[in-house]
């Protein structure tokens, strides 16, 4: 089954999509993506795929999240939350376990809701914070994008905390997360923003303000970003 699923994601690979893939996902030295590796296949077509395979068991997915290629990976993680509402527990822990297989913006951010929110909702989040003060760039990612579960059923403490943490954060694709986060929140509930906002706007790094604001009517969007 793994050696089929490789071959049909190779089947559809692009050298052209490859090569614009790799430089919008920073994969030269020293950038955020370092080494990882595209054959170029567009997301709706691995979705296809991940769904002829969503019987695979775990062993082979742990294959897949080990791939130096990126289409492989993130087949696999598509897999994962195809099998989640039928084996939370294992696929949740199993997730976490991966998390160095999880190591591009669009792996976390197409994933991490679906399974570490969903499954955190209603139980201790510990692991949240956790994971929001690790030197992984990665896993301080799933921490802020896991929360979007909560956000989306209208609790907005965990993600508004976690932020907070998060103002201090060197990585721009951090900033960037966060922003996004509270954005959602803004879309929800203007006012849990604003306050937010005019407790931290001074430290916010500004893209991290940027994204949050971009809902907002052009003269308030001036306004926070002229204090």
Not at 101 to 127: E, Y
Not at 135 to 158: C, P, Q, V
Request: glycine letters at 6%; proline letters at 2%.
């Amino acid at each position: 089954m793994l050696n089929s699923l490789k071959k049909d994601l190779q089947g559809l690979a692009n050298p052209e999509q490859a090569e614009i893939l790799q430089s919008f996902f920073k994969t030269k030295k020293g950038e955020y993506g370092e080494g990882d590796v595209f054959i170029g296949v567009k997301v709706p077509d691995t979705r296809e795929i991940a769904k002829k395979y969503s019987g695979m068991n775990l062993i082979k997915i742990q294959e897949l999240l080990n791939s130096k290629i990126h289409e492989e990976r993130l087949c696999g993680l598509l897999i994962l939350v195809d099998k989640y509402p039928k084996d939370k527990d294992n696929v949740f822990n199993f997730y976490l376990k991966n998390s160095k297989g999880i190591n591009n913006w669009d792996l976390v951010d197409l994933t991490a809701h679906k399974i570490v929110g969903d499954f955190l909702f209603d139980k201790n989040k510990n692991i949240l914070y956790e994971l929001s003060r690790s030197d992984n760039l990665w896993e301080r990612r799933i921490a802020i994008i896991s929360t979007f579960d909560f956000i989306k059923k209208g609790e907005f403490e965990d993600s508004l905390a976690i932020a907070e943490l998060l103002l201090k954060d060197e990585q721009d694709l951090i900033h960037k997360a966060v922003g996004w986060m509270l954005r959602e929140i803004g879309k929800r509930d203007i006012e849990v923003l604003r306050g937010f906002l005019r407790e931290h706007y001074k430290v916010m790094p500004r893209t991290m303000l940027r994204y949050s604001i971009e809902k907002m009517d052009e003269a308030e969007r001036k306004g926070w970003l002229k204090r």
